[in-house]
Each structure stands twice: as C-alpha cells, then as structure tokens.
C-alpha cells in the first residue's frame, strides 16, 4: 500500500490479511466508528473520488486541484460536494449518495478539467439549453475549438452513449460538429465529451423535450423469407443462415422502440440466435428491412425447428407473429488423414547425403466438406534438412476426395540413427477433424513406387468412400501360392532411366514406370508363380555388362537343372532393331542406338537359353523393337521406324511381346505400369494365378488391344510365340 499527500508519496507498507466487510457505514471527517460523532475532522473536504484501480503518482498530480467531468476512465465513484445546501452529497457515478451531518458550505474556485483544457464546446442548435418539439429526431450543432488534434467526439444521452466520432475535422483549431439524435419521450438530457490530446471536456447539459403525437403506427410483414448459406432451404450443423422480412409502416404515427422477439419452441439443439433485436423507431409511410442470423452449431440436432418470431412496441401496435418450421441436419463430420505413403529415392534406395521424397495421399474419408485443409511436415532437428517446401495448402476436401503431396527432405552424413521420423501434421479448419500420422525412413532401405487409384461415388449424397492409394490395383492384393518350385528361376529386368548413363537424350527417351514394372513383378513371382525368392534375379537399369552377366548366370544354372528347370524371363525396357538387318535387341541403359555392338541380340538370347534343355522358359517383353517405345523412344536416334525381322524359337519355349509388328509398347499412365505388364498382371490377380497360357494369351490381346485404343488413341496389339517343340502343348501350360 502507498500513502501519497498533496501528489508526495509519504510511506509504503504490505498490507497482509483481509479487508473488513461490515455493514457500517463509510464515513469522511470522523475519528472512530459507531454513533458517536464527538471527533470530527474540522477542516474542508472537496473532490472526493474513488477509483477501481492504482492510480501512479503522475495520474494523482495531475488531477489533485481540478475538478473532474466525471466520465474518466475507471472513476467508480465521485462527490463533488457542489450541491450549495441541503444534507445530501451526491454521486456522480454510482448513486452512492451520502448524508451530510453539522456541514457548511463553502464557494470553492477549483478549476474544472474544462477550464484547464486546450478545447472549448459552445452549442449553436439550439441556441437555448432548454427546449421543446414535437418532432422525435432532432440535429444537434455545436462549435468545438481546440489548439490539439481532437481524438473522438461523443454523444451522450444522459449516462449512454449514443454515437462516437473518430474522425472530426478542424479548420483552424474550430470545427462544426453536427448530429441527427432520436428522442425518447419526455426530457432528454444531452452533453457532447470532446477529448484531445491533453484532455477530455463535457460540454454544458443541453435538455431537449420531446411531445410526442398520440397517433399510432400500423405496422405489416412483407418478404417473409429464410436464407442458407448452401442453398438447400436446412439449417445444416456449421452452416450460417438468416430469417429475413420487411416491417411496413402505414400509419401516420412513428413506431416506437420496436422489438423482434425470436423463440425456438421446438425440441431441436445447437441453434444460435439474438433472441430480442431493437429497432428506435420507423417513421410513417417508411419501412425497415430485419436479417435476423441464425447459425446451425456444431451441436445442433436433426429435426425441425419451430422458429417463432414476435414483436412488441411502445404504443401497443406491433405486427402480427409468424411462425417458420425448419428442418435441420446435424454437422457431418470430416475426416482428414494420411491413407498412404512412399519413400522415393533417384537410386531406389534411402541414404544419408541423398534427396528423398516421401510421397503422401490425403484423403477425406468422412462425409462432411472440409476447409482450410493444410498439412505440414516435421522432422529431427538436427542433421536432417527441407529441401523445399515443407507446409502445404490444399483448402477444401469434399467426401472422398484426395490429394497427393510430395515433401523432399535430406539427411547429412553426422546422422547418426538408423531411422529418420517424419511426423505429417494435418488441420483442418476447426482443428478437430483431422489426424496427424508419424512415419519413419529407414536407412539404406529401398524405396517405393508410387501410384494412385482413387475410387469414390455419390449415392443420394452419401459418398461411398473407397481409401485411395499411392499404387496401383494390380500392386496390392498379389494372390499367395502356398506351392514353391524349388528349381523354378525368375530373371528380371527394368530398365527405364537411360538419360542418365547417355549424353544427347532428353527425358522422354525413359522407359516410363518399367522399375515399377520389373519390381512388382517380382512380388508376383514370389507369391503366385511360386518362385522362392533365393532363385530370383532382379535387375534394375541393367548396363550391358550387368545384363550380359545375368543372362550367362542363369544359363549355367538352367543347363546344370536340365530338364527339371524352368525359367521365367521378363523385360522392360527398350528394344531397337540393326537398321541393315533388322535383328532386335534388348537395350541396355548404356549402348546407345547407334551402336548396338554391346546390346543383347534376342536370337541369341532365345538360342541360349533353349540349349538349356529347361522344361518349361516363359518370357515377357514388355517392349517394343521398331525404334518406338513408352514415350518418344530411341526413335530420335535415327528418325526412322523398322519392322524387325521375327525369330524362329526352339526348345521349350513360349513368349510373350507387348506388341506386333511397328508397334509401340505404351504407358497405362494412371496405373504407372507399362500398358502390357499391368493386364498381364491384372489376369493373374483376378485368377489367383489359375490361368492356362492359352487363357492369359487371348485376356492380353483382348484388353490391351481395345484399351491402348480407347485410353492412348494408338493401337498395341500384343503377339505370341510358341516353339514348335511345345506347339501342342503349351496352350495347357499354366501359372501354377
């Protein structure tokens, strides 16, 4: 506590324990309590305030010798003692109005805040402080001077403010403030309360006496209606919407402090609304047009809602009632999650030092509209960097929709775990319907693939929501064979990136998607071709000398198993035939199309491994032999296409090509396969793998055929090989 005497501060001190609350009155001037008035204080009081915060000893300095306007901020009680005679003090604030015992007044000259202040206020209309009329709105005018800057004007109607101005103009340290004022009946007592930068005045008590004419208005509806935000004549959970009308006034007499009063009488939840609405007043022959908003919560409960809306007014002429039924819906809920994700690498596998892309499908799987959908990436703080973008906005999310994003990011060679946490923030608008997910990298691991398969319908406005993807159909749900072949082998090859290992071509000359190909392969293979994954051989961007080494590998192989080895061969990747003789080759992603001296030359391909003497060699290319391929090819090599030259094949021996004649092998872009490989595996998921050769060589000359036409506008029509060795029976050779 501190004790401040003439704006000196004398002592300070704690005060410790509890005020007294007592019914004893609060006296000035007297020593002691009860009734015995024997000790009082013989001297002069003025100006006492009590205020309902700590005032700074600046605050008490300035205001010790002056009296105040009474408006202050944070004054809560104030007596003036200016009253000249009788026994009552007044309050100015709070009407606690005290007794005066055995007082006599005294004229004081302390100067009043006006009097101090750089600003004057004289009234111009009226002219006269007390007046009279018969008219209910009335324009007040005063002149304000003031040598500062005036910070706001405001208009008060005895303890209310009716308006404020924040924008007053002076010309000249003078200014002309001008206001149209709705009377209430009877005497109105008005001040103005200029504030400038130094201080604030009130200007002398104007009172205005309104007669108001006992004629009374006749009041109507007009343009009863209900709008929604979605148009779908609901109130729907979330969902903002108004009741809106026109009040008519008829009559010859104003309305007066019209209220409209709004009821739900209905047992429905969570709406939200003003239940009274005012209006001062509508003058005759005049109109008011009312939007009364209502807003459907997130709480609100399906139904109808019984929207009663009442009125009253001051003379007892209101309109008549109305009543709206509306149905309401319930908020449906969205939901915001990750579905899906992938690690991808430029190299297929995740390492320190070495950009990797994580790759993640949103997906709103609840029934509701989201907004403001954004997601956002957070990962160790240390030694692991964005490379780009790590916040994403997507905004609105119907049910069902979905919405891939890739977030790149980079380890340091100082990583020292094994695992790289990424946690995936996803919010929504109202921060509730959303689910974050947290996922890891694991070091020295392959990344994936990446596709995506959305599937989602609407049915009377409920979405049936299937979870979407980041692969293919064909890539999940591979069919399981319980049966392994101990000596069946599997050699495969996807070779797609050969701008890398050549200089002079562009990106097209890629094999779009034949990693993917070649790597899901492969699961098939292990699970539905029985082949025990010790036997397979997968290579991926095979150079020559890889290629060359593989095919040697598995000939020697094959020739040791004799007649009880099989061999499944599958290729994607480019092919390109000798310009001269027209003998196709496999393309490594090293030999260039103008020199084909280290490329595989498929006849001698075929010759070695039917030496073998292998039961049963199945081979699928997935390629094309023109000089064409996925995208632009290695065409651009030469500028030509060729018809290559076809070879006769022996042994056991079946094979399967993507294509006849110059024919492109082509890209199925929204499966990311090869448009071959994905039929090709798209009969074995659908058959579990229990499919005659003869079954799986008519399915791909049908499908692929008519679907290259209908999806890529070019015909690719697949082709069969049959040694004449097997001719009469390989079409009952099956899968498993």
């Known amino acids: 506590m501190k004790l401040y005497i003439d704006g000196e501060l004398q002592s300070t001190g704690d005060f410790h324990g509890t005020l007294p609350c007592t019914s004893y009155s609060l006296v000035f001037g007297r020593k002691g309590k009860g009734s ?36 202050e901020s944070g004054l809560f009680s104030y007596w003036k003692f200016d009253e000249g005679s009788g026994v009552t003090a007044f309050d100015m604030l709070n009407y606690n109005n005290g007794l005066i015992i055995n007082a006599i007044y005294e004229n004081s000259n302390i100067p009043s805040v006006n009097d101090l202040c750089s600003q004057s206020i004289t009234w111009i209309t009226p002219s006269n402080t007390s007046i009279e009329t018969n008219d209910f709105l009335y324009k007040i005018k005063a ?31 003078q200014g ?34 309104y007669n108001e004419p006992q004629v009374p208005p ?53 709406l939200i609304f003003n239940n009274t609405t005012t209006f001062k ?20 409960t399906s139904g109808t809602a019984n929207i009663k809306v009442g009125f009253e007014e001051q003379m007892g002429f209101p309109p008549d009632p109305f009543i709206l039924n509306i149905v309401t819906k319930e908020f449906i809920k969205p939901v915001i999650k990750v579905v899906d994700h992938s690690f991808l690498t430029d190299n297929g596998f995740i390492k320190l030092g070495m950009p990797i892309q994580l790759k993640v499908l949103i997906q709103n799987v ?7 959908v954004n997601v956002s990436f957070s990962y160790p703080s240390s030694n692991v960097f964005s490379n780009g973008q790590k916040e994403f906005i997507i905004g609105i999310m119907q049910a069902g929709a979905t919405k891939e994003i890739i977030f790149e990011f980079i380890a340091n060679k100082l990583y020292a775990e094994k695992l790289i946490p990424i946690t995936i923030k996803v919010n929504e608008k109202f921060g509730k319907f959303s689910e974050n997910e947290e996922v890891v990298a694991n070091i020295e691991t392959k990344s994936s693939g990446n596709t995506i398969n959305i599937a989602s319908n609407a049915n009377d406005n409920i979405v049936n929501i299937q979870i979407a993807s980041l692969s293919a159909d064909i890539d999940r749900n591979i069919p399981q064979n319980a049966i392994k072949y101990p000596n069946r082998y599997a050699l495969i090859i996807g070779n797609e990136d050969y701008t890398s290992r050549q200089t002079g ?52 192989i094959l020739t040791r198993l004799g007649e009880s080895g099989e061999l499944i061969f599958y290729y994607a990747g480019h092919g390109f035939p000798d310009e001269n003789t027209k003998i196709p080759y496999l393309i490594p992603v090293d030999v260039s199309a103008t020199n084909l001296q280290s490329a595989i030359k498929l006849s001698d391909l075929y010759q070695k491994l039917s030496q073998t003497k292998a039961k049963q060699i199945t081979i699928f290319l997935d390629a094309c032999f023109t000089g064409g391929g996925r995208d632009q090819g290695l065409i651009a090599a030469r500028g030509i296409r060729i018809k290559p030259l076809k070879d006769n094949i022996t042994g056991n021996m079946v094979v399967f090509a993507a294509t006849s004649d110059d024919q492109s092998a082509l890209p199925y872009t929204e499966k990311q396969h090869g448009f071959f490989t994905y039929y090709l595996l798209k009969k074995l998921q659908e058959t579990k793998g229990d499919v005659t050769y003869e079954e ?20 690719q029509d697949p082709s069969l090989q049959v040694s004449v060795d097997v001719q009469n029976t390989w079409s009952q050779w099956r899968i498993k």
Not at 195 to 200: F, G, I
Not at 525 to 539: A, D, M, P, Q, R
Not at 696 to 715: D, H, Q
Request: charge should be neutral; include cysteine; charged fraction near 20%.
């Open 36 to 71: 015995n008035y024997m000790d009082m204080f013989k001297g002069i009081i003025d100006e006492v305030r009590f205020w309902n915060y700590c005032r700074t000893q600046t605050q008490i300095q300035k205001c010790k010798n002056i009296s105040l306007i009474g408006n």
């Open 143 to 173: 002149s304000i001077k003031s040598t500062k800057k005036i910070k706001k004007i405001q208009v008060m109607l005895g303890d209310s403010s009716l308006s404020t101005e924040t924008n007053f103009y002076l010309s000249n340290g």
């Open 176 to 209: 002309t403030f001008e206001k149209g004022i709705i009377l209430n009946s009877g005497n109105n007592e008005i001040f103005l309360v200029s504030e400038n930068e130094d201080c604030s005045i009130k200007s002398e008590k104007l009172t205005i006496k």
């Open 218 to 270: 006749m009041l109507s509806l007009s343009d009863i209606s209900f709008m929604d935000k979605n148009g779908n004549n609901r109130i729907d959970g979330n969902e903002d919407c108004y009741i809106s009308f026109t009040i008519v006034n008829k009559g010859n007499g104003s309305a007066r402090n019209l209220k409209v009063n709004v009821q739900n009488n209905s047992n429905v939840q969570g």
């Open 281 to 300: 007043y509508i003058a005759p022959n005049a109109s008011q047009n009312v939007n009364i908003p209502i807003v459907g919560s997130m709480n609100l």
């Open 366 to 372: 609840g029934q509701g509209t989201a907004e403001n």
């Open 505 to 556: 071509l562009n990106t097209e000359s890629n094999v779009a998607y034949a990693v993917n190909d070649a790597k899901i392969f492969k699961e098939y293979c292990v699970n539905t071709f029985g082949v025990e994954e010790k036997n397979i051989y997968l290579l991926l961007n095979g150079t020559a000398g890889e290629m060359s080494q593989k095919i040697e590998l598995i000939t020697q």
């Open 696 to 715: 799986l060589s008519k399915y791909l000359k049908t499908n692929v055929s008519l679907e290259s036409l209908r999806i890529n506008n070019k015909p």
